[in-house]
């Protein structure tokens, strides 16, 4: 049996927005929703705030926890949801819940009663956490009959991708648009020593790359007509394109040409802050 979908909510109308998207999302999973809250602070520094204070925020936890659960149940009556309130910082708080969560689902930014639960999409917690992540953000989450589109590059989060936005297409009884786009000045990868040889097609050979990560997948899943995209184009700019028309834009966590250091690829960071639809961010272990 699949784990639960945990939603983070502070009261804000974006997490308000990403509870509704969760709710649906559990739905199709046929599992419970968890309604998370939190109650602490990540800060060590404010760690001396006074207890009253402290209480006070819990209680305003529990109420929105509460509040959200009543909505959503009424929404989606098949689905089971519960409430926790977590004593932790609200980093910590969602580290926790993805162990053992099937996703961690989050809106963007600009939640109002800061502190009771960071919506913001931190690069840190999205790259290590438990499970895959979405961020609920853009006229897409609402949209019906969209397609689930993948940015697809070989990688090993990118394969992770894969499989998740194939189980996601399914679900949804919608196709897949898996894209694959590549740019002169991109490096590393599995073809890149011979992108400037003039005696290489080198959208022939990018096409081969691309039936081949999805072939497996295809057999698997019968029931998904795929669209296979190959393009000339920075891979971000590509996705941001197709995510004002797609109900769903799933990447990996990081693909190739990320440097060192970097938790999240650039591909993935400009989707979580400008894409017009959810974004389900996969790690290369978090598979389906």
Same mark, same amino acid.
């Given at each position: 049996?699949?784990?639960?979908?945990?939603?983070?909510? /502070?009261?804000?109308?974006?997490?308000?927005?990403?509870?509704?998207?969760?709710?649906?999302?559990?739905?199709?999973?046929?599992?419970?929703?968890?309604?998370?809250?939190?109650?602490?602070?990540?800060?060590?520094?404010?760690?001396?705030?006074?207890?009253?204070?402290?209480?006070?925020?819990?209680?305003?936890?529990?109420?929105?926890?509460?509040?959200?659960?009543?909505?959503?149940?009424?929404?989606?009556?098949?689905?089971?949801?519960?409430?926790?309130?977590?004593?932790?910082?609200?980093?910590?708080?969602?580290?926790?819940?993805?162990?053992?969560?099937? !996703?961690?689902?989050?809106?963007?930014?600009?939640?109002?009663?800061?502190?009771?639960?960071?919506?913001?999409?931190?690069?840190? !917690?999205?790259?290590?956490?438990?499970?895959?992540?979405?961020?609920?953000?853009?006229?897409?989450?609402?949209?019906?009959?969209?397609?689930?589109?993948?940015?697809? /590059?070989?990688?090993?989060?990118?394969?992770?991708?894969?499989?998740?936005?194939?189980?996601?297409?399914?679900?949804?009884?919608?196709?897949?648009?898996?894209?694959?786009?590549?740019?002169?000045?991109?490096?590393?990868?599995?073809?890149?020593?011979?992108?400037?040889?003039?005696?290489?097609?080198?959208?022939?050979?990018?096409?081969? !790359?691309?039936?081949?990560?999805?072939?497996?997948?295809?057999?698997?899943?019968? /029931?998904?007509?795929?669209?296979?995209?190959?393009?000339?184009?920075?891979?971000?700019?590509?996705?941001?394109?197709?995510?004002?028309?797609?109900?769903?834009?799933?990447?990996?966590?990081?693909?190739?040409?990320?440097?060192?250091?970097?938790?999240?690829?650039?591909?993935?960071?400009?989707?979580?802050?400008?894409?017009?639809?959810?974004?389900?961010?996969?790690?290369?272990?978090?598979?389906?």
């Amino acid at each position: 049996m699949a784990g639960p979908v945990v939603v983070g909510v /502070d009261g804000s109308a974006q997490a308000a927005s990403a509870a509704r998207w969760a709710v649906r999302e559990a739905a199709r999973w046929h599992t419970s929703l968890t309604v998370l809250t939190a109650s602490a602070v990540d800060d060590p520094a404010s760690s001396a705030m006074a207890s009253a204070w402290l209480e006070t925020k819990a209680v305003l936890a529990q109420e929105v926890a509460r509040a959200t659960r009543d909505e959503l149940a009424a929404a989606e009556p098949s689905v089971p949801v519960m409430t926790k309130t977590s004593a932790a910082g609200a980093e910590a708080a969602l580290r926790q819940a993805s162990a053992g969560a099937l !996703l961690l689902v989050l809106g963007p930014p600009t939640g109002t009663l800061s502190g009771l639960l960071a919506g913001s999409p931190d690069a840190d !917690l999205i790259a290590r956490a438990g499970c895959p992540v979405v961020i609920v953000r853009g006229t897409g989450a609402t949209r019906a009959g969209g397609p689930v589109v993948v940015g697809v /590059d070989g990688s090993p989060m990118s394969e992770a991708a894969v499989a998740w936005a194939f189980e996601e297409a399914s679900r949804r009884g919608t196709r897949l648009v898996a894209v694959h786009a590549w740019h002169d000045s991109e490096s590393g990868g599995p073809f890149a020593h011979i992108r400037g040889s003039p005696l290489i097609d080198i959208g022939d050979v990018e096409r081969r !790359l691309l039936a081949e990560r999805l072939a497996g997948r295809r057999e698997r899943y019968p /029931d998904v007509d795929v669209e296979p995209v190959v393009e000339r184009d920075l891979p971000r700019d590509s996705l941001l394109e197709r995510s004002t028309e797609a109900a769903l834009v799933v990447v990996g966590s990081r693909g190739r040409g990320g440097f060192t250091g970097m938790v999240l690829g650039s591909t993935t960071h400009a989707l979580l802050h400008r894409a017009d639809c959810p974004v389900m961010v996969v790690g290369g272990e978090q598979r389906t």
